[in-house]
């Protein structure tokens, strides 16, 4: 297949590159400073090109010849600067529902070519018909406990929002929220798949390596099960 991911550099975007490349797809790769990217990279099959996630004619000018494309975005570079990418969302909340508005603009050029958004696990039922980001109580609770400020709770809900365009669109879309807790691990193979509520553990949380949550986006990518879905996963 060919595979478009935008945010390659990213903590999760560079994971789904290395997935995918592993599989045997070609890979079209954007981020901000592609010519630093493409000059550092040895790897087959992979091209390095910039994008404005923010722009529709940036973004449909990349759409020719992809079969899936894979937005991680964050606004600044989360993977070596996560504060700042904390900042940014904060200060900007929209950003990502203006993302989201984009990606589908660009796509009515190209009808057939799929959408996987990464976003947040806020949005996820935590009972039936109680979202986390739907009350600052529940939601400060959860940013006190991942060390986050509760000023993110706008990013969160921000999030939100961006799943909210996706789910007024009738192109082909896809939403994946990762768990609430998501990092640097191992690459097991091994985790549960869930739809609108967090996949929990044995303990009760909900958690995901980076690896794992690669290995579930290109699965998608090559059989997908949830268009115009959201969909999430865990241990």
């Known amino acids: 297949m060919?595979?478009?991911?935008?945010?390659?550099?990213?903590t999760i975007g560079s994971r789904v590159v290395t997935e995918a490349l592993d599989r045997g797809h070609t890979v079209k790769a954007f981020s901000r400073d592609a010519v630093q990217a493409q000059r550092e990279e040895r790897r087959d099959n992979i091209t390095w090109t910039s994008v404005d996630i923010l722009d529709p004619k940036s973004i449909a000018g990349v759409l020719p010849g992809l079969d899936v494309l894979i937005s991680a975005f964050q606004p600044g570079n989360a993977a070596k600067d996560f504060a700042d990418t904390v900042r940014r969302s904060i200060a900007d909340p929209t950003v990502y529902a203006t993302a989201a508005r984009a990606l589908l603009k660009a796509l009515e050029s190209r009808p057939q070519t799929r959408l996987i958004?990464?976003?947040?696990?806020?949005?996820?039922e935590i009972e039936p018909?109680?979202?986390?980001?739907?009350?600052?109580?529940?939601?400060?609770?959860?940013?006190?406990?991942?060390?986050l400020p509760r000023e993110y709770a706008a990013a969160v809900r921000g999030h939100r929002d961006a799943l909210t365009v996706l789910r007024t669109s009738n192109r082909l879309w896809t939403y994946f929220s990762p768990a609430e807790e998501i990092g640097p691990g191992e690459r097991t193979g091994r985790f549960r798949i869930g739809g609108d509520q967090p996949v929990l553990d044995a303990d009760g949380r909900s958690r995901i390596s980076v690896q794992d949550a690669a290995i579930a986006l290109i699965d998608e990518a090559e059989l997908p099960r949830f268009v115009q879905r959201r969909f999430t996963i865990g241990y």
């Not at 958004?117 to 996820?124: D, F, N, P, R």
Request: no cysteine; net charge negative.
């Open 2 to 10: 060919h595979i478009g991911v935008i945010g390659a550099t990213g």
């Open 117 to 124: 958004v990464i976003g947040g696990a806020g949005s996820l």
């Open 129 to 147: 018909g109680v979202v986390r980001a739907d009350s600052d109580e529940l939601l400060h609770a959860a940013l006190d406990q991942l060390g």
